[in-house]
């Protein structure tokens, strides 16, 4: 079964940045379209970016449009999610995931079938 693992989350100042990874267990990466997504407990999760197969579809959501930047290294089965600017709304536990689309981008988390367990960023003002 395929795995999803997040890492690079942490605690930072409002203005810093910090790079996100998921690396999968197996060469997805370049296969499927991937996402990020966040969630702040007690609300729904937010779709944060998405990027397709090829990596020439990539969509954000206007909250991060500027500021993060996400890219994958297929050779490294890794998606990666730069953040800069952060800011403390931006806090929250970061999801990466597989959606079984190969060609589009996709918003919603219902398109999307694999998650891995999240990695947590707060950012202090």
Request: hydrophobic share 30%; proline share 3%.
């Amino acid at each position: 079964q395929v795995q999803l693992v997040e890492s690079g989350g942490g605690l930072v100042q409002a203005g810093g940045s910090l790079r996100l990874s998921c690396t999968a267990s197996d060469h997805i990466i370049s296969s499927y379209t991937m996402g990020w997504f966040r969630r702040v407990p007690g609300k729904e999760r937010e779709f944060v970016a998405t990027i397709t197969s090829s990596g020439r579809g990539i969509s954000y959501a206007d909250s991060v449009k500027g500021r993060f930047t996400i890219f994958k290294d297929a050779a490294k089965n890794t998606v990666y999610l730069q953040m800069n600017s952060l800011r403390p709304e931006d806090t929250a536990v970061y999801y990466c995931a597989r959606s079984p689309d190969k060609f589009y981008t996709r918003d919603s988390p219902t398109y999307y079938t694999v998650w891995g367990q999240g990695t947590q960023v707060t950012v202090s003002s």
